[in-house]
């Protein structure tokens, strides 16, 4: 039974067939057309009735195209005629050589009738037969012919100057060439829509009218960047509505170098002016050329618009900050173009285009930042300036602070420095706290978000911080004011960080309060460097620093902060000490022992703390005042032991507390053992064995009976320092003792040591023992390599030692693998 679809669908399938015949009809007429051209041309091979060669795997031609596959009839593109163009450039370049040597050699030798006869039907010659050739679609040629007869016109223009008009300027001849030939160039481009060179020459000639006319005149500067200027706006016209895009983009590279030339001109001569009036003129000529470069930007892409807009904003700064820097003092003049390049954010307000627009809000912050760059050096002169103070301390309280400085800044030219950084961190800061309205204002040229404001606010704080600084140095202000003034700055540091920080736990840090953070700690290490210039100064400072960092830890709630704040205030604890140490008057060493004052507080503060997160950053950082201890002591054997002591005193109080125990325990034993033999170093004890085993003994009868109470117990804590006690002084004096006796007893000693080590699988004895032996091995062996490698040949040691490295290399993977099992046998050790 036949199906009738219903009429609907019917139409439907009717709608796409026909769809289909005018497809077909399209690509056969496409075929036609492109049989006709392969036919008119007689250099062209005989086409194959049906284009190329089907490719494998390709449909069949008439058969329906897959996906993707060209339509029925589509000719492949040809390729390049590269071998062609290269003999037409050839060729069109040899001619206009020829037709050069032939003005500039030939030309006297002929009459006035045939100069102008050749030239004429020469250059008449190549200029219409490209229209010929386009007719022909022999496009190569005509660019070759047109090229050459563009060649020709200037060659026209010379013999015209040379013949007719040999009297007149030169300069003043070549600028109405120049403009005669563009407009010749551009007639013909016109008329002949085909050729692609002819317009673009005619932009490049059109360059030079003005400026040569300039030139030729004699103008003044500014009449140059006038004509450099109208020229860049004839340039922006074309490039804006020029026709093809190789005049577009030569009238774009024309725009850049007449506009920027022009504006280079403008600003040269507004910073040369002497006064105010004479900066009106350089100033207008920068307008104008703002004006040129927004209204390019206005309907320029997007991907030049924004660069516009930025030269655009650039050049009004220019213009009128070079006003107002002509009628302000020297020192003042930078705030003229910051309140200009503030004034740049008013086009958030007007109705200019996005891309436009963020550009010229790209030249606000360009010129707020080139403020900032100069506001630097004397920022860094107040930052830098205390830590010529360390090689000086307390070398008395100067008048002023800038005396403490130590600086050869010219601070009353830089007045000016405070006054631009408190007026960027109050723009800062009211985007920072009006930061709605800012974000609504500035949303049709930005996306603004969080983290911005976040740098905002970061900004405001910095910049606000060094303004007050800056500020106190360039009135120089009494020295105590200063101190105070910068104790002032760290204390609102702390206060608006632990503000800051007071947030929902797993929050984030604002980046105002990592600033406050960082800076309240960089403010402290400042103040307290400017402090070092008075005794009395240093010990008010430190004692307020560390009052005021031992509050903010208590009050922050970040972990981070409170961790730090609590270590920089046992940092400034230990300055402190060292201060009143030196204060007190005696020497270095012996003021070791009244340095272990802050160790022993942190040693107390972690057994309060205990398993808090603060407690092990402020004992590591308390150990750290211990290490300064040790180094005043060094030069005193005495004090040295005695510090040493002390040190695995607060080492042992540590280690009673368990989740300490496993590192104080072992540190507290070396200290106590490091004591003892600097002890008997320094009383100059020639057998310290009657010192030290006394003590071995009875330690090694407790490591024992520690051993049967505890076999899990390690072998260093039951045996380690009982055998150190006497095996390490025993072997420095071993070195240092000419006989024999010592040395063999402490080699028999340490040979026990070892065999029992390994007997009973007891790291510490074995590793001891074993260390110790080799040692007096080689002291007493060591005479005699000496006298053997002497006898030897000089050659011999380093082959030796080659030889032993080519062993060492080849077998590496074994040796390896053996380092391996002694370490595995080491490890199951107790």
């Known amino acids: 039974?036949?199906?009738?679809?219903?009429?609907?669908?019917?139409?439907?399938?009717?709608?796409?067939?026909?769809?289909?015949?005018?497809?077909?009809?399209?690509?056969?007429?496409?075929?036609?057309?492109?049989?006709?051209?392969?036919?008119?041309q007689p250099t062209a091979p005989a086409a194959r009735p049906w284009g190329p060669p089907p490719v494998a795997g390709a449909p069949a031609w008439g058969s329906p195209p897959g996906p993707g596959s060209r339509p029925w009839g589509a000719v492949p593109a040809a390729a390049p005629r590269s071998a062609q163009n290269v003999l037409l450039t050839l060729g069109g370049l040899l001619l206009a050589i020829a037709a050069i040597a032939f003005t500039l050699v030939s030309w006297g030798t002929m009459g006035i009738g045939g100069r102008a006869a050749v030239l004429s039907t020469v250059t008449l010659v190549a200029a219409g037969a490209p229209a010929l050739l386009l007719s022909r679609k022999l496009a190569a040629t005509a660019e070759a012919l047109a090229a050459l007869a563009l060649v020709l016109t200037v060659l026209d223009a010379y013999a015209l100057h040379a013949v007719a008009a040999p009297g007149t300027d030169g300069l003043g001849f070549t600028a109405a060439a120049s403009a005669v030939l563009a407009a010749l160039w551009t007639a013909y481009g016109l008329t002949l829509g085909g050729l692609r060179l002819p317009l673009p020459a005619a932009v490049a000639m059109a360059q030079w009218p003005l400026f040569l006319w300039a030139w030729a005149a004699g103008a003044p500067t500014l009449v140059f960047g006038w004509a450099l200027l109208v020229t860049a706006a004839f340039d922006v016209v074309i490039a804006l509505r020029g026709k093809g895009l190789a005049v577009r983009v030569a009238a774009c590279v024309g725009a850049a170098a007449t506009g920027l030339g022009a504006l280079l001109v403008a600003l040269v001569e507004s910073l040369a002016a002497g006064g105010a009036p004479g900066a009106v003129a350089p100033g207008a000529l920068l307008l104008?050329?703002?004006?040129?470069?927004?209204?390019?930007?206005?309907?320029?892409?997007?991907?030049?618009?924004?660069?516009?807009?930025?030269?655009?904003?650039?050049?009004?700064?220019?213009?009128?900050?070079?006003?107002?820097?002509?009628?302000?003092?020297?020192?003042?003049?930078?705030?003229?173009?910051?309140?200009?390049?503030?004034?740049?954010?008013?086009?958030?307000?007007?109705?200019?285009?996005?891309?436009?627009?963020?550009?010229?809000?790209?030249?606000?912050?360009?010129?707020?930042?080139g403020a900032l760059v100069w506001a630097l050096p004397p920022v860094a002169a107040v930052l830098m300036g205390p830590l010529s103070l360390v090689s000086?301390?307390?070398?008395?309280?100067?008048?002023?602070?800038?005396?403490?400085?130590?600086?050869?800044?010219?601070?009353?030219?830089?007045?000016?420095?405070?006054?631009?950084?408190?007026?960027?961190?109050?723009?800062?800061?009211?985007?920072?706290?009006?930061?709605t309205a800012v974000v609504r204002a500035a949303a049709p040229f930005v996306s603004p978000g969080e983290p911005l404001r976040g740098a905002a606010g970061a900004g405001a704080l910095v910049l606000g911080w060094s303004a007050v600084l800056l500020s106190a140095t360039a009135l120089d202000v009494p020295y105590p004011v200063a101190l105070a003034l910068e104790s002032a700055l760290v204390a609102a540091a702390l206060e608006l960080t632990v503000r800051a920080m007071a947030r929902p736990a797993g929050g984030p840090p604002s980046g105002t309060a990592v600033t406050a953070l960082v800076g309240s700690v960089l403010g402290a290490v400042s103040v307290g460097l400017l402090s070092l210039a008075s005794e009395a100064a240093t010990h008010a400072v430190f004692a307020l620093l560390v009052a005021l960092f031992a509050g903010a830890a208590v009050r922050t709630r970040a972990a981070v902060a409170r961790s730090l704040f609590a270590c920089a205030a046992v940092v400034w604890g230990i300055v402190l000490t060292a201060a009143a140490c030196a204060s007190l008057g005696p020497a270095g060493y012996r003021a070791a022992p009244l340095m272990l004052v802050v160790p022993a507080v942190t040693v107390l503060l972690g057994a309060r703390l205990r398993r808090h997160p603060v407690a092990l950053p402020v004992e590591l950082t308390g150990a750290f005042g211990a290490v300064v201890a040790l180094a005043l002591a060094v030069p005193d054997a005495p004090f040295l032991a005695l510090t040493l002591a002390l040190c695995g005193v607060l080492a042992a109080g540590t280690a009673v507390r368990p989740e300490r125990r496993p590192v104080a325990g072992y540190l507290a034993v070396g200290l106590f053992l490091a004591a003892t033999w600097v002890r008997l170093a320094a009383a100059e004890v020639a057998d310290p064995e009657a010192y030290t085993l006394p003590v071995t003994v009875p330690a090694l009868v407790v490591g024992v009976l520690r051993r049967r109470r505890d076999p899990a117990a390690s072998s260093w804590t039951a045996y380690g320092a009982g055998l150190a006690v006497t095996l390490v002084p025993s072997l420095c004096a071993a070195w240092a003792d000419p006989g024999w006796v010592r040395p063999l007893l402490l080699g028999v000693a340490a040979l026990v040591a070892t065999l029992l080590g390994a007997r009973f699988r007891l790291q510490a004895v074995l590793l001891l023992g074993g260390a110790v032996l080799a040692l007096v091995a080689l002291h007493e062996l060591a005479p005699y390599v000496v006298q053997v490698v002497g006898a030897l040949p000089r050659w011999l040691p380093p082959a030796l030692a080659g030889a032993l490295l080519l062993v060492v290399g080849a077998t590496y993977e074994q040796r390896k693998r053996d380092a391996r099992r002694v370490r595995e046998a080491l490890g199951r050790m107790r």
């Open 392 to 435: 000086d301390v307390w070398r008395g309280a100067p008048g002023g602070v800038r005396a403490a400085l130590g600086a050869s800044v010219p601070w009353s030219q830089m007045i000016a420095a405070p006054v631009v950084l408190a007026l960027v961190a109050a723009a800062l800061g009211s985007a920072y706290r009006w930061w």
């Open 288 to 369: 104008a050329g703002a004006a040129v470069a927004l209204a390019g930007a206005w309907r320029a892409p997007n991907g030049f618009a924004p660069v516009a807009g930025a030269v655009a904003g650039l050049a009004a700064v220019a213009a009128v900050g070079g006003v107002l820097r002509a009628a302000m003092p020297s020192q003042w003049q930078v705030i003229g173009y910051l309140l200009c390049g503030a004034a740049l954010l008013a086009v958030v307000r007007a109705r200019v285009p996005r891309a436009a627009g963020r550009g010229v809000l790209v030249a606000s912050a360009a010129v707020t930042g």
């Open 1 to 40: 039974m036949e199906h009738v679809p219903p009429p609907a669908e019917e139409l439907a399938l009717l709608d796409r067939e026909l769809v289909q015949l005018d497809a077909r009809r399209l690509q056969l007429l496409n075929r036609r057309a492109w049989l006709v051209s392969a036919l008119q």
